[in-house]
């Protein structure tokens, strides 16, 4: 579903951060992928999103080429992405409501459905109670769970998650990656970037670890 | 798309300026709209020579000596006669001297005073049956021999000079309108690109989450371009009261007011105008967010 071959990237003038990655992700699959800090898993990210074009390489994303799709045709793939930035991303003045519904303004969701939708997504995060709440007056944990609703709201084809259990206690983490087995196991195609390795050991998916720009599947080259 | 607003009208209040900026220019491009007409109107009546029309002046001196009033009227009086029933004219009427006060007012002043202190010329508006050389000096030679001292002005240079002057003034209403113009889609242009930088964050999110170019756009059009809107709007409503006064109370001594507000051009026009400035900012609006969203994959 996802192939990268050759895949380079640079900033400006700057050294390739990612170097000849070739991969192939199958549709439903389930990765982690983990590095050192600074190894390159943010901007491999924001490739998978098509937040970027790679400087040398070719991306094929469910099946086309991102080359070759114009403005709006890419625009219409990315809605099939969703992702849960390090940083979180929320808009600081839109509600914990209006953050979730973010996504679904955007693919044109009647109202009525948006907030059936969303409400009954926070309430399951547990912030039913914080629905009209700021980011800013929120914890950095109940913001990262905002981020990871706000993520999953379209039940995205791709899921794609930095970090996202970093500020979460092990309870509400392990239920969030829960979420993530569920989702999973109705299709969703999922990489989630950590460095927490007894959460990549206890479910045990597949590991892509970057390694100065390189990667490795389950620490062989990468096909 | 009420929550998503939200975020667009809480960080634009700063651009209130905008609505201020489209209210004035449209206020003063009606102004020089509303002038430039007046003046084409002033300046097609006082010159409103058919093709076939002269002027015909009689000369305030004869051999070097200057002509008494009397003497004046009496040739003007003459060269009417002579005028009238001469072959190569259709047509011949003297201009009254109030009639001629009365259009040059705008420009002299009062027409009670012009009469009594400014010397204004002895004319005849004279219709020829075809305009040739031949016959405008068969007229003069005539005129000649009834010893009338008049010449012909094909055009009058003393009415081409005020010509020209209103050509200026009307040259110059065009100039500030297309200034006024350009101020707009300055103003709008970087209201818009401060606005971009402002939330690029945010905009950049939108991109990502797979937000079209339009959807984008339409954020700006529905916050920024409404409150130009709204100003265009404004600005129209104080030109029309600011000149529908002038109207009212000057019509007297400046124009016709019944012949202005029945003037299907004027009036369109003042209605298109602020349409036209609306048209500016909204090409100006969509041409920068676009401009922005193409630095995003
Ligand atoms: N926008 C950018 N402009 C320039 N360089 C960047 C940019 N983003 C990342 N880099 C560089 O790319 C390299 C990889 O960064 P990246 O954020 O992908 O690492 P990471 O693996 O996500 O690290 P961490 O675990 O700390 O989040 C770093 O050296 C960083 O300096
Ligand atoms: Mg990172």
Partial sequence: MIEFSHVGLRYGGGPEVLSDISFKLDAGSYHFLSGASGAGKSSLMSLLYCGRKPTRGNI??????????????????????????????????????????????????????????????????????YMDMYPATLSGGQQQRIAIARAVITRPRLLLADEPTGNLDDEIGFKLMLLFEQLNKMGTTIVVATHNIPMMEHFGHQRLVLEKGHLNMLGKKAA | MSGLNASFRARISAQRMTLLISALM??????????????????????HTSSNMVVLEILQQQNGQEISSAALNDYVTKATQILKSHPAVANAAPVSQA?????????????????????????????????????????????????????????????????DLSQALMF??????????????????????????????????????????????????????????????????????????????????????????????????????????????????????????????
């Fill in chain 2, 26 to 47: 449209t206020f003063l491009g009606l102004l020089c709209f509303f002038s430039g007409w007046q003046l084409y109107t002033w300046q097609s009546n006082v010159l």
């Fill in chain 1, 60 to 129: 094929s994303m469910f099946g086309q080429g991102i080359m070759e799709l114009n403005r709006n045709q890419l625009a219409v793939l990315r809605q099939k992405i969703g992702v849960v930035f390090q940083d979180f991303r929320l808009l600081p003045n839109l509600t914990a409501f209006e953050n979730v519904a973010l996504p679904l303004r955007i693919i044109g969701q009647p109202d009525r459905e948006i907030k059936q939708n969303v409400s009954e997504l926070l309430s399951w995060v547990g912030l039913g109670d």
């Fill in chain 2, 172 to 297: 110059a209403m065009f100039i500030l309108e297309a200034m006024c113009f350009l101020a707009l889609m300055f103003a709008v242009g970087g209201t818009v690109q401060s606005q971009i930088a402002i939330q690029w964050d945010e905009l950049e999110l939108y991109h990502i989450m797979g937000a079209k170019d339009d959807f984008v756009i339409k954020q700006f059009y529905k916050t920024i371009l409404r409150q130009i809107a709204w100003g265009c709007f404004a600005g129209a409503i104080i030109a029309i009261i600011v000149l529908g006064g002038l109207l009212y109370f000057w019509h007297q001594r400046f124009f016709s007011y019944e012949a202005t507000i029945t003037n299907y051009g004027l009036v369109g026009g003042a209605l298109l105008l602020p349409l036209a400035f609306l048209a500016i900012s909204w090409l100006t609006t969509r041409h920068m967010v676009v401009k922005n969203l193409n630095t995003l994959p």
């Fill in chain 2, 99 to 163: 009639e001629l006060a009365e259009e040059l007012s705008p420009v002299l002043g009062a027409p009670e005073m012009v009469q009594d202190t400014i010397p204004l010329p002895r004319l005849l508006q004279v219709e020829m049956k075809a305009m040739s050389p031949d016959y405008i000096a068969l007229v003069e030679s005539d005129l000649k021999a009834a010893s009338i001292p008049a010449k012909i002005i094909p055009s009058n240079p003393w009415l081409a000079s005020l010509k």
